[in-house]
């Protein structure tokens, strides 16, 4: 038997060495932020984002007046939970206007830049930036903050991927490090029915009833802990999802309460909590205040 080699083989000097793949956080994205690509990007939004969202979705919109106070023209977090991977493209066709315009979202990298094509692809199409989620990576906080601080808006999931039953997860830290470090405020997002349009393992979309809810933006507090954030947005969404499923007063109170509904569900047997996920997503179809 030939033993392995215990060290990389050597190569002729006069050779040059294959390039390795560039993929995932090595990706660079600079270029989407540019004029065209950003011109691209928002005919993207306003014709075919928009156009299938309707179609698909059709989202009930709610509690922009909420965000009156936002500085148009600094950089801002909207921190939602995440049923779906249409849950991106519904955000980015009814956050309003003017953060809508000079929007990124944090992808992870694995998904979304496996290779050139792919990530281009999601760099123009919904301006996403590359993200670690398996492990930390500097890159992956840096160029966030740096964005933020340029007065660019970020689309972020706290919880780290998608629902994987159709209930939430609990809120990761990493949001309020990136507030704290970019001095931005966060936006409480809640979006609901997604999950029936684009679900889990789904090659196709479907129409469903959908809603989105946005909440009262807040900065993290100088000594807070960044668990402590987490759990206070957590809180924040949890108060949406119980607006879209009773009303503003009764959600308000049951907040103040300490009793909002866990975004994670409840402690029970499976077939109770399915049946709770049906009375939650029967909240989306519920008629609220008329459009204006």
Avoid at 161 to 167: K, N, V
Avoid at 194 to 201: E, F, I, K, S
Avoid at 273 to 292: F, M
């Amino acid at each position: 038997m030939v033993p392995a080699p215990l060290r990389t083989p050597s190569r002729p000097m006069s050779i040059e060495p294959a390039p390795l793949p560039v993929r995932g956080v090595e990706m660079d994205t600079d270029w989407a932020r540019r004029p065209v690509a950003r011109a691209t990007r928002r005919v993207l939004t306003a014709t075919v984002w928009s156009g299938l969202v309707r179609y698909y979705a059709d989202p009930d919109v709610t509690g922009g007046d909420r965000l009156a106070d936002l500085d148009p023209d600094r950089g801002a977090i909207f921190a939602s939970n995440h049923f779906s991977h249409a849950d991106t493209t519904i955000l980015l066709t009814t956050i309003p206007a003017p953060w809508r315009h000079r929007m990124f979202v944090a992808a992870a990298a694995d998904y979304f830049f496996p290779n050139r094509v792919a990530g281009a692809a999601s760099a123009l199409g919904i301006g996403a930036v590359p993200i670690e989620r398996t492990r930390i990576s500097k890159r992956s906080i840096e160029l966030p903050i740096e964005l933020l601080r340029e007065g660019w808006c970020q689309i972020i999931y706290p919880e780290g991927g998608r629902s994987p039953d159709g209930w939430g997860q609990d809120f990761r830290p990493g949001v309020s490090l990136l507030a704290k470090a970019a001095d931005v405020p966060i936006v409480p997002t809640y979006v609901v029915g997604t999950d029936q349009v684009l679900g889990r393992g789904a090659t196709w979309p479907k129409r469903a009833a959908t809603k989105v809810v946005f909440g009262r933006p807040f900065r993290p507090g100088a000594d807070e802990d960044h668990r402590d954030v987490a759990a206070r947005l957590q809180a924040e969404v949890a108060a949406l999802a119980d607006e879209v499923s009773s009303d503003w007063w009764t959600a308000r109170r049951k907040a103040a309460r300490g009793e909002s509904t866990d975004l994670a569900g409840p402690p029970v047997a499976r077939w109770r909590r399915n049946w709770q996920l049906d009375e939650r997503r029967a909240g989306a179809s519920r008629p609220t205040w008329p459009k204006v």
